[in-house]
Structures are given as structure tokens and as C-alpha cells.
């Protein structure tokens, strides 16, 4: 496993540019910066319920829409989990959370697998949380899913607020992330998988 487990990614293109720090194994700090507030918002809470330091700082063509930058900080992000992870010896390798937001109910289930997949079961009744259009958080969790080359299904057991259900749906990626990323006791250093890799 590697030690530390940090990764910096920078991703520039000509319509954002980028700069991703991760530690896996830090304390929930967080520096967020994307220019877009409730993007803001949900990743400071990614950060802190997984334990993960994460430093983000994007800059990007809002004047046009939040598309891309959302998506490509969904890419740096992945990209930064995946090196952070290294080859994935000795981690729990699955992980699963459901996370309660007030009405609303999401559930998380992660395997870092290195296959990348997103099932995206949400709905949200409206279509914006205050300026970010809510079909960009399916393209910000693929986006990650791809890059940090994970499994993900995201499930919205109940709830109606789109704050809520935003929120509850971070929350709950967080916390599998976490038990998925952590290292297991039992495991003595192994790749958990029959394969030999990951």
C-alpha cells in the first residue's frame, strides 16, 4: 500500500484548468474552489465524511455553462482517487453506505475494481439548486466513476428536495468511498481479488 497516499493531478484544457490534491488517509480537510457555490458545497462534504484532505481549485468557461467544469473536475478528482489508491493492495476494496438527508434517503455502493461503471438511479423534481443544473451531478459522478476507474451505483431510496437529495447522495459516496479505500487488518498487503490485480 502506498505510503502516503496523496496524489496532485492538473488537468487544463482550452475550457477549464484544474489542480486536484488528495490524501486518502487525512482528516477531512478541505480547500474547494470551483467558481460554482453548491458544487462548492458538495465536495467539501465529500471531503469531509471520507476523510479524505482534498485541495480543488478549477477555473473554468462559466460564462458558457457549468458543464465542463463540473465534468472535468469529476475527471481530475477520479484521476487524483486512482493514483492515490496505487495498486489497491491490501483495501477493503467494497464499500456501501446509505445516508439520510431529512426526508430524502441515497445509497452508495463502491467497488474499486478497476472496471469503471456508474448506475444512476436519482430523479430530481426541479431543474436547478440555485445557478448549477441538476443533470450535472450524474455527469460529475460518472466522471469520477471513469477516472478513478470504479464501480458506483448511486440509488435514491426517498426524498423530494433537490438540496436534499444532492446532498444525502455526496454523503453517501463519501462514506463507501471511505470503507471501500480503507486498509484491511486482515488482509496482510494482499490484492483483494482471485485475479492477482485489480
Known amino acids: ?3 502516503p497516499r496523496t496524489a496532485t493531478v492538473h488537468r487544463a484544457t482550452s475550457e477549464t484548468d484544474i ?3 488528495i490524501n486518502l488517509d487525512g482528516t477531512g480537510q478541505t480547500r474547494i474552489d ?3 457555490g453548491f458544487l462548492d458545497h458538495m465536495l467539501t462534504a465529500l471531503g469531509r465524511h471520507s476523510m479524505c484532505d482534498l485541495d480543488i481549485v478549477a477555473k473554468g468557461d462559466l460564462h458558457i455553462d457549468y458543464h ?3 465534468e472535468d473536475t469529476g475527471i481530475a478528482l477520479g484521476k487524483a482517487f486512482a493514483q492515490a489508491i496505487g495498486d489497491k493492495r491490501g483495501i477493503r476494496r467494497y464499500g456501501s453506505a446509505t445516508v439520510p438527508l431529512d426526508e430524502a434517503l441515497c445509497e452508495a455502493v463502491v467497488d474499486i475494481s478497476g472496471r469503471p461503471f456508474l448506475a444512476w438511479s436519482v430523479t430530481f423534481g426541479r431543474d436547478k439548486i440555485g445557478e448549477m443544473d441538476t443533470e450535472l451531478f450524474e ?3 460518472r466522471a469520477f466513476a471513469m477516472s478513478a476507474l470504479v464501480t458506483l451505483h448511486v440509488i435514491q431510496r426517498a426524498g423530494h428536495n433537490c438540496h436534499h437529495i444532492a446532498e444525502a447522495a455526496f454523503k453517501a459516496l463519501a462514506r463507501a ?3 471501500a479505500s480503507e486498509p484491511d487488518p486482515r488482509a496482510g498487503g494482499i ?3 482471485t485475479k492477482g490485480s485489480l
Open 191 to 193: 490484492i483483494p481479488s
Open 139 to 141: 455527469e460529475f459522478f
Open 68 to 70: 465542463h467544469t463540473v
Open 1 to 3: 500500500m502506498n505510503s
Open 19 to 21: 489542480t486536484v490534491t
Open 34 to 36: 470551483t467558481g460554482i
Open 177 to 179: 468511498l471511505r470503507t
